[in-house]
T-cell receptor, first 119, second 115 residues
Framework: DADVTQTPRNRITKTGKRIMLECSQTKGHDRMYWYRQDPGLGLRLIYY???????NKGEISDGYSVSRQAQAKFSLSLESAIPNQTALYFC??????????????????FGPGTRLTVL | AQSVTQLDSQVPVFEEAPVELRCNYSSSVSVYLFWYVQYPNQGLQLLLKYLSGSTLVKGINGFEAEFNKSQTSFHLRKPSVHISDTAEYFC?????????????FGTGTKLQVIP
């Protein structure tokens, strides 16, 4: 079984709809992340969390919210989806010290991604 | 400001030939450097990383990279590629300034290994 899973793997929705992307991990890591990947732009950090009570904005948090329901679960929500949020979304986990900024020198383990299309 | 440049968006190479994927960065403070690989329909997987010490870093699958501080580069190399190396490769830089760490990913280089 995969260590980091994401659901759904693909989603097509309409502008204005609320969408939730879910991530679960079995690695026992405290740190979890949400990234989006756009062609020609690489990955950009949306939110990161050190634990259930510690959630932080990343580089591009506007239009997104997150929920850390448990150590193993980290959900990303788009309250009112818009077309420019069409992208590939990745969840990741890592171990390591709690340092501000959302980066970790420890190895990050990525989920398989969710391809979201907003029409 | 910090940026990461991967000049080559696509690199075709014949099987068993050597390959170099280029990564340059700009930063006025100390950095940590990473290479990730993304196979089709999968998430990113760490290939190797430079945190400190020897500037030549060896990673998985026969890849290695060399940190060159004077040229602000961290090029990825493999002496002989296989078909299975066909993937997209991302360079990433973590800038460490006063305990605040921010990661920046490059735009990726697609390696196509030709039989």
């Amino acid at each position: 079984d995969a260590d980091v899973t994401q659901t759904p793997r693909n989603r097509i929705t309409k502008t204005g709809k609320r969408i939730m992307l879910e991530c679960s991990q079995t690695k026992g890591h405290d740190r979890m992340y949400w990234y989006r990947q756009d062609p020609g732009l690489g990955l950009r950090l949306i939110y990161y969390s050190f634990d259930v009570k510690d959630i932080n904005k990343g580089e591009i948090s506007d239009g997104y919210s997150v929920s850390r329901q448990a150590q193993a679960k980290f959900s990303l929500s788009l309250e009112s989806a818009i077309p420019n949020q069409t992208a590939l979304y990745f969840c990741a986990t890592s171990d390591g010290p709690r340092l501000a900024g959302g980066a970790s020198t420890d190895t990050q383990y990525f989920g398989p991604g969710t391809r979201l299309t907003v029409l | 400001a910090q940026s990461v440049t991967q000049l080559d968006s696509q690199v075709p190479v014949f099987e068993e030939a050597p390959v170099e994927l280029r990564c340059n960065y700009s930063s006025s403070v100390s950095v940590y450097l990473f290479w990730y690989v993304q196979y089709p329909n999968q998430g990113l997987q760490l290939l190797l990383k430079y945190l400190s010490g020897s500037t030549l870093v060896k990673g998985i699958n026969g890849f290695e990279a060399e940190f060159n501080k004077s040229q602000t580069s961290f090029h990825l190399r493999k002496p002989s590629v296989h078909i299975s190396d066909t993937a997209e490769y991302f360079c990433a830089v973590i800038r460490n300034s006063g305990g605040y760490q921010k990661v920046t990913f490059g735009t990726g280089t697609k390696l196509q290994v030709i039989p």
